[in-house]
Each structure stands twice: as C-alpha cells, then as structure tokens.
C-alpha cells in the first residue's frame, strides 16, 4: 500500500480492500481531506 500525499491532493495505491481501510482509518483522525494534507505539510516542516 501507497499513499503519496501532495499539494493539492493524495494518491492511495493497492489493493481496493487496503485503500478502504486506510480511509476508514484516516476518517477517525480528520474531518476532510484538506485537514490531512495541512497535517502532513505541518509534520514535514
């Protein structure tokens, strides 16, 4: 499983089964998609 996160958006590569889980996973942590990207922009810096 990837997930390629970018400016404007992410990439989730595998298998379907994976990329649902991931996202069920990552539901519990942030409201929207844009949440987990200023996340992770903030975990780089």
């Known amino acids: 499983m ?3 996160i970018r400016s404007n958006g992410f990439i989730l590569c595998g298998k379907a089964w994976e990329v649902r889980a ?3 996973e990552y539901s519990k942590q ?3 998609v ?3 990207i200023q996340a992770s922009k903030n975990a780089k810096q």
């Open 2 to 4: 990837k997930v390629i």
């Open 22 to 24: 991931k996202l069920k």
């Open 30 to 32: 942030f409201q929207n």
């Open 34 to 36: 844009e949440e987990w």
